[in-house]
C-alpha cells in the first residue's frame, strides 16, 4: 500500500488539487487583473487537468498511439476552440 | 489497451456530446457576458471547489485500485473502490444542497439563460455521478474475493476508465460555469 501512495498517481493527484486551488485563486482575481488572461489561465489550467487525468489516471500514456494522439487532439482542440468563443466574447 | 474497446467508443461518444456541450456554453456566452458574469456571482463556489476536490481523490482511488488489482495486493481493490463510491456519494450530497440552496432562492431552469445552461449541464453531469457510483458499487463487489485473472483486470480497468471520465468533464464544467469572468 505505502508503493502505491508513493506512486506517480498519487503526486499526479497532489498537482491536480494543487492546480484547482491556483485556479480558484486566479478566478477570485488574484494574480491576474484582466478578465480576459483570467479566464484563459483557467481554460488552460482546466484542459492541462484533464490531459493528466487522461493520460496517467485512464492510462492512455501507454496506451497505443492512435489512442494517445486522439487524446491529446481532443484536448488541444476543445481548448482551442473554448479560448478563442472566450476571448471573442471579450475582444 | 486499458479495458475493453466497446467502453471506449463510448467514452468517446460521450466526450464529444460534452464537447458541444462547452461550446454551447461559451458561445451563448458570448451573446450576453454580463448576464452570465452576474448569475455566476449566485452560484455556490465553494460547493464547486468541494465538489471538484471530491472528484479527483474519487478518481486518485479509482487508479490505485486498478493498479494494486495488477500488483494482486488482495482486499486493497475492494477497499479503494469503495472509499472512491464513498468521494462520489459526497460529491452528490453537495450536488443536492447545491441545488435545494439555489431553488429556495427562487433559481431554476427558466430563470435566465445561464441557469438553464447550468442546470442542463451539470444536471447530466449528475446523472452519470450516479450511474459512476453504481459501476463503483458493482466493481467493489466484483473485486471483492482480492483475486485478480487478466480478465477481471480488464473489466475493472473499462469501470475505471468510465468513472475518470466523469471526473474530468466536471473539470471543464467546473472551470466555465463557477470560475471564468
Known amino acids: 500500500m505505502t508503493e502505491l501512495l508513493r506512486s506517480r498517481t498519487s503526486l499526479i493527484w497532489f498537482l491536480l488539487v494543487a492546480a484547482t486551488v491556483f485556479s480558484w485563486e486566479v478566478g477570485h482575481g488574484v494574480g491576474l487583473h484582466d478578465a480576459r488572461h483570467a479566464g484563459t489561465a483557467i481554460i488552460v489550467i482546466a484542459f492541462v487537468k484533464v490531459r493528466f487525468v487522461i493520460l496517467d489516471f485512464m492510462e492512455i500514456r501507454h496506451a497505443p498511439m492512435p489512442m494517445r494522439i486522439v487524446g491529446e487532439a481532443w484536448v488541444l482542440i476543445v481548448c482551442t476552440v473554448l479560448i478563442g468563443l472566450f476571448l471573442t466574447a471579450h475582444s | ?181
Open chain 2, 1 to 181: 489497451m486499458p479495458g475493453e474497446e466497446g467502453v471506449w467508443v463510448f467514452i468517446f461518444g460521450d466526450m464529444m456530446v460534452f464537447s458541444l456541450f462547452f461550446i454551447t456554453f461559451l458561445y451563448y456566452r458570448g451573446q450576453n457576458v454580463e448576464l452570465f458574469v452576474t448569475s455566476q456571482t449566485h452560484l455556490n463556489q465553494s460547493f464547486g471547489a468541494l465538489n471538484t476536490f471530491f472528484m479527483l481523490t474519487s478518481s486518485w482511488f479509482v487508479a490505485m485500485a486498478v493498479q494494486a488489482a495488477r500488483r494482486n495486493l488482495g482486499k486493497f481493490t475492494p477497499i479503494l473502490f469503495s472509499l472512491a463510491f464513498g468521494c462520489g456519494f459526497g460529491f452528490a450530497v453537495v450536488k443536492v444542497l447545491e441545488y435545494s440552496e439555489k431553488i429556495r432562492a427562487g433559481i431554476t431552469l427558466t430563470t435566465n439563460d445561464f441557469f438553464m445552461y447550468y442546470y442542463i449541464f451539470t444536471g447530466i453531469h449528475f446523472m452519470h455521478v450516479l450511474i459512476g457510483m453504481g459501476v463503483l458499487a458493482v466493481l467493489t463487489r466484483y473485486s471483492w474475493s482480492g483475486e485478480f485473472s487478466a480478465v477481471k483486470i480488464r473489466n475493472l480497468e473499462s469501470g475505471a476508465s468510465f468513472w475518470h471520465v466523469v471526473d474530468l468533464l466536471w473539470i471543464v464544467l467546473f472551470a466555465l460555469l463557477y470560475l471564468i469572468k
